[in-house]
């Protein structure tokens, strides 16, 4: 018999496999330093514990035998006016040549900054050993039950904004591409700062649109595309009613998407659960 995951809230003795699972990926959401881990613990233990500021945190972590192997949280309210939510919308133009008696399709990128509140499924790292698993599906599907079992925490419309691929250096091609140029930082520095706040986006990158064709193809083909460790839970986000918002990240051009929470109908959580159950039996049971 395979041995039993549980998923639980994150407490204060998981600091440092926490950590250690921070350090995989050292990302926004789970940075690989200390103080902020600790920081993360603190919340999520607010959170549950009833924290009534509308900004509650819930941080979850999967254990196996002992071990954590994966972790993941949930944002109460991601995106308000004092903390606005960014991104990129990639639209699609036509552009006509009178002279030519031609048109051509192109595509363009324009900064969106959303000041309605989201519910962002965020921060979540499975362990390299315990990848392909299943574990970070199962973490999706948890994030979603507890959305669907305390629907007067959360927003009605939740978000997901999922990573590209990554170069070997932990680097990404569009913001070498776009971000640098701008800000003249390194993808890490900016990726730190946005920890204490994301002003210099509105100050530093154009309101204009930025024409797709101008950039180089490594960058082009990052745009609104999962990388290869995130297709399987973008996947099971789709079966549960998840859809691709149209909007990027203006940092590395990765997905966002989103789905509406409706208390009238079947919930996303619902269907996610029902997408991992179904799975898990198909899969045939080895000695």
């Known amino acids: 018999m395979p041995p039993m995951t549980v998923v639980r809230p994150v407490r204060a003795d998981d600091a440092t496999p926490l950590q250690a699972l921070a350090e995989a ?45 994966g972790t993941a949280s949930l944002f109460a309210r991601h995106g308000t006016p004092d903390d606005p939510h960014y991104a990129l919308a990639v639209e699609q133009r036509t552009v006509v040549s009178q002279q030519l008696h031609a048109g051509r399709e192109r595509r363009v990128l324009r900064l969106v900054i959303d000041q309605e509140p989201w519910t962002e499924l965020g921060g979540l790292v499975v362990a390299p050993a315990a990848r392909g698993q299943g574990l970070g599906k199962f973490l999706v599907a948890a994030r979603l039950l507890l959305i669907a079992m305390h629907r007067e925490r959360f927003c009605d419309r939740c978000i997901a904004e999922l990573l590209p691929a990554r170069d070997a250096d932990g680097g990404n091609a569009f913001w070498e591409a776009v971000g640098r140029p701008l800000t003249g930082m390194d993808y890490q520095r900016a990726d730190r700062l946005c920890r204490s706040g994301k002003e210099f986006i509105d100050a530093w990158f154009p309101h204009q649109e930025l024409v797709v064709d101008l950039l180089p193809p490594a960058a082009q083909a990052l745009i609104g595309v999962e990388g290869p460790a995130t297709a399987p839970v973008r996947a099971l986000l789709h079966r549960a009613g998840f859809r691709f918002l149209g909007t990027v990240d203006p940092f590395d051009a990765g997905p966002h998407d989103g789905a509406a929470v409706r208390t009238s109908s079947p919930s996303p959580a619902a269907a996610a659960w029902s997408a991992w159950t179904t799975r898990r039996k198909a899969i045939p049971r080895t000695r």
């Open 25 to 69: 990926l050292d990302t926004v959401n789970l940075p690989a330093d200390p103080a902020a881990i600790h920081e993360i613990i603190a919340r999520s233990e607010a959170g549950f514990a009833g924290d009534g500021t509308g900004r509650a945190q819930y941080t979850l972590v999967a254990e196996r035998e002992g071990r954590l192997l």
